[in-house]
């Protein structure tokens, strides 16, 4: 009787840790599938951090590209400045030559007045000279007025490059942080996957472990019962026995 219950606690036993062996084995599967998605996605959001990251390169690059462009117009248009400036030192000296020019004409119209009749001819060269001197000195003067609003415009642009360049250096300078964060990201999401997949490989051997509980699990089961069908048949024989040897009795005490 004993043996007998000993035989059904086993079994019961036996049962239970089989069937909760099945849910953790249901549990276990289910993490790691929950796992592997993760790690997709991990790996996925790796590789769109990779890309971006190249991009942000390619971006850093235009924009050093930019900045170097803006330096050698900004050099040009210093370059043109320069010029107009001697252009206008050219003007000045005609200007000045023209004001000579006219002097000299006034000094031949006097002394052409004073030479009388025979000065008439020399005062009409000295006043077409003149004349010439005044528009040379007008054209002049137009010519510095132009000269003046280039330079003007020369060093408005030259500002205006110089402030793109510096703009363009501080996304040149934000795009190599971006750059940077990006990549310790992607070694962060990278560190992520890895250990993502470490954890996948972990749950299948738990899965795998648990199934072999499940599968011992049943064989104690099955074991139990062999016991407890054991049980049963020895304790019929033994009944059969204790009948064989009470009737054995009986028939000693009738002799």
Known sequence: EQLNGTSREMSSLADETSQKSTAVAAASEQATANVQTAAAAAEELSSSIAEINRQV?????????????????????????????????????????ASQTNLLALNATIEAARAGDAGKGFAVVASEVKALANQTAKATEEISSQIAAIQGETETAVRAIEDIGTTIEEISQISTTIASAVEEQGAATGEIARNVQQAATGTKEVSAN???????????????????????????????LKAEVERFLADMRAA
């Open 210 to 240: 648990i199934a072999g509980v499940s599968q011992a699990s049943g064989a104690v089961g099955k074991s139990a019962g062999e016991v407890m069908s054991a049980a049963g048949s020895m304790a019929k024989q033994t009944n059969t």
């Open 57 to 97: 390169s390619q971006s850093s690059t235009v924009a050093l590209k930019a900045v170097e462009k803006a330096k050698n117009t900004n050099a040009t248009v210093k370059s043109l400045a320069d010029a107009a400036q001697k252009v206008g030192e050219v003007v000045n000296l005609i200007n000045s030559i």
